[in-house]
């Protein structure tokens, strides 16, 4: 009696095992079914296009000499910082200092015979009104100190001339700018057909950023932006940032400009301009950096890069369709830019149901899903 009790007790304990063991398969089964689902909603997403651009000062000037002598003194450094009227260079040509001499010599001579003429002219109207000579005589002192008084305003302007070309020989700075390059040494015999400039003069208080778009971009730019003119659509656009060479964030925002209208037949690409205040003279002329151009998407819809994969060069996310079977997707997308993320061009619409993780899901495998949002993904309180 007791020996068979013992075996029903057994019995029993065998089933409540089995049981339990068979719960916890299908709970883990389930379990292993279970990945974590996104549902497509529309939403707002701020990205950016950059273009490789070159810097140039709001006013390149380039300086040349106005006369043909030697360089005799170089009066400031490359790089540096000048105002305007600060003496750049001096030309030695001894030519110039021996015209405003002798000019100013002539004008002496020509100041004495005026004197002389005048004297004779004085001398001669008390005899005209005396009748003691006639009238001829006076006229024709008069006309000597016309001629007299010619020659002294020619000695003048040939005076003044002479002291512009001999000022010619001191260049100073026309604005406030940085100084370029010096290809000259002192003694290089320079003239005003020389090829190379004395130096280049950038003003730098506010500079241009100079980048290129090609058509395609263009096109798209006019088609999405309002506005009449091409300039009155940059108007519509927020404000631009700097990228410098190091990758750093120039601190001043600037604004979009046209540079020019036509598309370029050579390369198919239209130059646009973004101007940025240089107050502090940090950015030089010439540098390269890169225009960063801020772009928001008002209704988009955007995927986790994890969720997408690749297959014979075609990008495809796996979609919950009925029965919470999956199914993979074509799509076009293009990355936001911290490539965390994919804004979808095409293939999927607000509200499908894409899967976050499972990347050896097959088509028409069965999983439960795990709904998350996007503030989940992000790291973002709801």
């Given at each position: 009696?007791?020996?068979?009790?013992?075996?029903?007790?057994?019995?029993?304990?065998?089933?409540?095992?089995?049981?339990?063991?068979?719960?916890?398969?299908?709970?883990?089964?389930?379990?292993?079914?279970?990945?974590?689902?996104?549902?497509?909603?529309?939403?707002?997403?701020?990205?950016?296009?950059?273009?490789?651009?070159?810097?140039?000062?709001?006013?390149?000037?380039?300086?040349r000499p106005m006369v043909?002598?030697?360089?005799?003194?170089?009066?400031v450094p490359e790089g540096?910082?000048?105002?305007?009227?600060?003496?750049?260079?001096?030309?030695?040509?001894?030519?110039?200092?021996?015209?405003?001499?002798?000019?100013?010599?002539?004008?002496?001579?020509?100041?004495?015979?005026?004197n002389a003429a005048e004297?004779?002219?004085?001398?001669?109207?008390?005899?005209?009104?005396?009748?003691?000579?006639?009238?001829?005589?006076?006229?024709?002192?008069?006309?000597?100190?016309?001629?007299?008084?010619?020659?002294?305003?020619?000695?003048?302007?040939?005076?003044?001339?002479?002291?512009?070309?001999?000022?010619?020989?001191?260049?100073?700075?026309?604005?406030?700018?940085?100084?370029?390059?010096?290809?000259?040494?002192?003694?290089?015999?320079?003239?005003?057909?020389?090829?190379?400039?004395?130096?280049?003069?950038?003003?730098?208080?506010?500079?241009?950023?100079?980048?290129?778009?090609?058509?395609?971009?263009?096109?798209?730019?006019?088609?999405?932006?309002?506005?009449?003119?091409?300039?009155?659509?940059?108007?519509?656009?927020?404000?631009?940032?700097?990228?410098?060479?190091?990758?750093?964030?120039?601190?001043?925002?600037?604004?979009?400009?046209?540079?020019?209208?036509?598309?370029?037949?050579?390369?198919?690409?239209?130059?646009?301009?973004?101007?940025?205040?240089?107050?502090?003279?940090?950015?030089?002329?010439?540098?390269?950096?890169?225009?960063?151009?801020?772009?928001?998407?008002?209704?988009?819809?955007?995927?986790?890069?994890?969720?997408?994969?690749?297959?014979?060069?075609?990008?495809?996310?796996?979609?919950?369709?009925?029965?919470?079977?999956?199914?993979?997707?074509?799509?076009?997308?293009?990355?936001?830019?911290?490539?965390?993320?994919?804004?979808?061009?095409?293939?999927?619409?607000?509200?499908?149901?894409?899967?976050?993780?499972?990347?050896?899901?097959?088509?028409?495998?069965?999983?439960?899903?795990?709904?998350?949002?996007?503030?989940?993904?992000?790291?973002?309180?709801?």
């Open positions: 009696m007791k020996k068979n009790f013992f075996i029903y007790i057994l019995g029993v304990l065998a089933i409540i095992i089995s049981c339990t063991n068979s719960k916890k398969t299908k709970n883990n089964k389930a379990v292993s079914n279970e990945y974590e689902v996104l549902k497509l909603v529309k939403d707002s997403v701020s990205t950016f296009n950059d273009f490789p651009a070159t810097v140039q000062g709001e006013e390149v000037v380039e300086i043909d002598g030697y360089l005799e003194h170089i009066y540096a910082s000048v105002k305007k009227g600060e003496l750049l260079f001096k030309i030695k040509n001894p030519q110039y200092e021996q015209a405003v001499i002798t000019a100013a010599a002539a004008i002496k001579s020509a100041v004495a015979d005026v004297m004779d002219l004085e001398k001669v109207r008390p005899l005209v009104e005396n009748d003691i000579v006639s009238k001829y005589e006076l006229r024709a002192a008069q006309y000597t100190l016309q001629s007299k008084q010619a020659t002294l305003a020619q000695a003048r302007a040939a005076l003044a001339n002479a002291q512009t070309n001999l000022g010619y020989t001191f260049l100073k700075s026309p604005q406030n700018g940085v100084i370029g390059s010096i290809p000259y040494k002192i003694g290089a015999l320079v003239s005003s057909t020389t090829a190379q400039p004395l130096t280049v003069l950038s003003n730098t208080g506010n500079i241009y950023a100079y980048f290129a778009v090609n058509e395609k971009q263009l096109q798209l730019f006019s088609d999405r932006v309002p506005g009449i003119t091409l300039q009155d659509k940059l108007n519509r656009l927020p404000a631009v940032n700097l990228i410098l060479a190091d990758g750093t964030v120039y601190q001043q925002k600037g604004r979009l400009e046209t540079a020019s209208g036509l598309i370029t037949t050579e390369t198919g690409t239209a130059s646009l301009k973004a101007t940025f205040p240089n107050p502090l003279g940090v950015i030089r002329s010439g540098a390269s950096a890169t225009v960063r151009i801020p772009q928001t998407l008002d209704s988009a819809l955007i995927v986790p890069q994890a969720a997408s994969y690749e297959l014979q060069n075609k990008q495809f996310v796996r979609v919950v369709k009925a029965n919470n079977m999956v199914f993979s997707v074509p799509i076009t997308s293009k990355p936001t830019n911290d490539g965390q993320f994919l804004i979808i061009q095409s293939g999927l619409n607000s509200g499908d149901e894409v899967v976050v993780n499972g990347p050896n899901l097959k088509d028409s495998t069965v999983i439960v899903p795990k709904f998350v949002n996007m503030n989940t993904l992000t790291g973002k309180s709801n």
